[in-house]
């Protein structure tokens, strides 16, 4: 018996001392977990994942489920957070606006809360700032790699240039407009959502003023079927509230384009309301109405010098709302024009300074202000480019002057000068502006060629007096959500608001120098009001300017989800291991269970002594 004793003493020695390790073991990992230690070198950062979300107008489409698409939008980043745990995120939205809903961060539960709070607005979709403001982060978050294995030169740390290491996903359905800029250094994911395609729309809306004492109206609708399928539906046009016409019916085919002209009579102010009802396959009611909003405009003074000129003559009678004063160079007075006239238009003559404060539309002569060199003339010179989202050029078509210019002294490009239409050798129409003198500048006797025979060039006089002006035309077609408001209401404005299309909400317009009320256009479409009075009195007279908010939008009403977005190229996805070695990760709960199963062993351990 001693015998045996003295054989299990040296066990019974062994088991409190394997208790004792065990129970030291699991203090000192308990304690590393409190160290919160992880994984990876602390050289690097964990890849960088950035998440476009779209909440255009697209995204308010009604699946087949009668589920928003929005909604499957949600579930789509949701899968994507999944895909990421360890990893580092960040999430932006884009519509008409690009916004940073978070800041770069590796707590995820934070981008799932940036979504739950995102809808879908009425907007149209600007990819392309989203996209350079997502590389414009990756490469802010470049970081300077080093190779897996750790390796390191003769003279200590091997150094690589900086690399990105990031992806961009971009949850939508697609419906984008192409990407303008070079390809991606980083992979672009298109995560796309939705299946619905059926949808017509109403996709422009415009009017003019026809040229007669009445101020007669001329309103243009164009409906689109986006989808394969044939819709049919009826078209309704207001005018106040008030049904002006029947209603007509149409059955439109996949793909066709259906263009309705109505003609109202008379002037004065208008609201004027077009809506289509399509049947139950119509998947998005966004772009279903539309408003417009027409008001007899003020008159515009201008000031005719120069030499007889018939054709132009003819052009300025009949503008509604001009009101022409012919006069010699001799006359003008440079210290009161800008009080008597809102433009001067010099026909082949200009003095040497042009007055300041007022527009100026400069035909067939050289400001030389702005041009004092002598300028070499060139033959039926040929166009090259125009800027046709110019607001003077929208309506114009310059074919008639494209090769046909009997002679003309193209402008030089130079500061203060911007071009409208080029040829090779200069500027044919050109703005200029330089402190208080501004206007447009044609390189050319218009009676040399044949542009005043088209309608094109009425077209263009009246665009360039109203912009030069400063006074619109009196129609009011609309701007998109997330768009600028922009209303110049004078000096002396003490108070300002802005009332959305359901009269209910209102807010609270800073004044800006010389009366400029400035905003952003809200995501509810319909006519928005901007109120404003001057002075102290409480008790003055609000003053009133309707703006109308459409969708419009031929890209948003074709809601058919697209496999991939238009002009991208990217690089494939880096493997996570190796040159950059595996995304950084926590490791105290490995830690903290090893201990507790320590804890655990050394419990059995104690009381099977």
């Known amino acids: 018996a001693l015998q045996d004793e003295r054989v299990r003493s040296p066990f019974q020695r062994l088991l409190k001392n394997l208790v004792l390790l065990l129970q030291l073991i699991a203090v000192l990992l308990a304690v590393l977990a409190l160290a919160a230690p992880e994984s990876g070198s602390q050289r690097f950062t964990s890849r960088l994942n950035l998440i476009l979300v ?6 308010n489409s009604v699946e087949a489920d009668g589920r928003f698409r929005f909604e499957l939008a949600r579930e789509g980043v949701e899968e994507i957070i999944d895909e990421i745990t360890g990893e580092r995120g960040m999430v932006v939205r884009f519509s008409s606006r690009v916004e940073p809903m978070t800041s770069v961060t590796s707590d995820l539960s934070l981008l799932r809360k940036a979504v739950q709070g995102l809808s879908a607005g009425s907007g149209v979709s600007n990819i392309n700032d989203a996209l350079e403001l997502a590389l414009s982060i990756a490469k802010q978050d470049a970081v300077v790699p ?13 150094v690589l240039p900086p690399q990105i290491d990031a992806r961009i996903y971009v949850v939508s359905d697609g419906a984008l407009p192409p990407w303008s800029g070079d390809s991606f250094p980083i992979p672009v994911l298109l995560h796309s959502i939705g299946d619905a395609s059926a949808n017509s729309g109403i996709v422009a809306l415009a009017a003019r003023r026809e040229f007669s004492e009445e101020g007669d109206l001329r309103v243009v609708v164009e409906i689109r079927n986006t989808g394969d399928e044939m819709i049919s539906g009826f078209l309704d046009l207001r005018l106040d509230g008030e049904p002006i016409a029947e209603s007509v019916q149409k059955d439109l085919e996949g793909g066709e384009r259906w263009t309705r002209s109505f003609a109202l009579q008379g002037g ?10 399509p049947d139950e396959t119509d998947a998005l009611p966004d772009d279903n109405s539309a408003w417009l909003i027409a008001s007899q405009p003020r008159s515009i003074r201008v000031a005719r010098v120069g030499k007889k000129n018939f054709l132009l003559d003819d052009a300025l009678s009949v503008l509604p709302s001009v009101v022409v004063e012919s006069i010699t160079l001799a006359e003008i007075d440079p210290e009161t ?12 003559e200009i003095p040497d300074q042009l007055p300041p404060g007022v527009g100026h539309l400069v035909i067939g002569a050289r400001p030389l202000q702005f041009w ?3 300028i070499e003339m060139v033959s039926q010179p040929v166009l090259v480019a125009w800027q046709k989202d110019d607001p003077v050029l929208r309506f114009s078509q310059l074919n008639a002057i494209d090769g046909t210019v009997v002679e003309t002294y193209p402008f030089p490009l130079r500061p203060g000068v911007s071009a409208m239409a080029e040829c090779r050798e200069g500027a044919l129409l050109a703005r200029f502006n330089e402190g208080d003198v501004r206007g447009i500048a044609v390189a050319f006797d218009v ?5 005043p025979l088209t309608p094109s060039f009425p077209f263009f006089v009246e665009a360039a007096l109203r912009d030069l002006a400063r006074v619109s035309s009196g129609i009011e077609s609309g701007i998109r959500s997330g768009d600028l408001i922009e209303v110049f209401a004078g000096a002396g404005v003490s108070r300002a608001v802005l009332t959305d299309p359901s009269g209910v909400q209102e807010v609270e317009i800073p004044v800006l120098p010389e009366g400029v009320l400035r905003t952003s256009a809200g995501d509810e479409l319909g006519i928005h009001t901007m109120s404003w009075r001057k002075g102290k009195d409480p008790d003055s007279e609000w003053i009133q300017q309707l703006i109308p908010v459409n969708l419009l939008s031929p890209e948003e009403s074709s809601i058919e989800p697209k496999p991939s977005i238009g002009g991208i190229t990217t690089v494939p996805e880096r493997e996570q291991e190796g040159f950059w070695g595996g995304a950084r990760s926590e490791l105290w ?4 269970a090893t201990a507790l199963f320590l804890m655990m062993l050394e419990w059995i351990v104690f009381h099977r002594r």
Do not use: K, Y
């Not at 024009?337 to 082949?348: G, K, L």
């Not at 009676?447 to 542009?451: N, T, Y």
């Not at 709960?589 to 903290?592: D, E, Q, T």
């Open 54 to 59: 779209d909440t255009s107008a697209s995204m």
């Open 146 to 158: 080093m190779l897996a294995n750790d390796s390191v030169s003769e003279d200590g740390e091997e």
């Open 268 to 277: 004065g102010q208008h609201q004027i309301e077009v809506h289509w009802n």
């Open 337 to 348: 024009a800008a009080d008597e006239f809102d433009v001067m238009v010099w026909d082949r």
């Open 372 to 374: 004092p060199d002598e």
């Open 447 to 451: 009676l040399a060629s044949p542009w």
């Open 589 to 592: 709960p490995w830690f903290l």
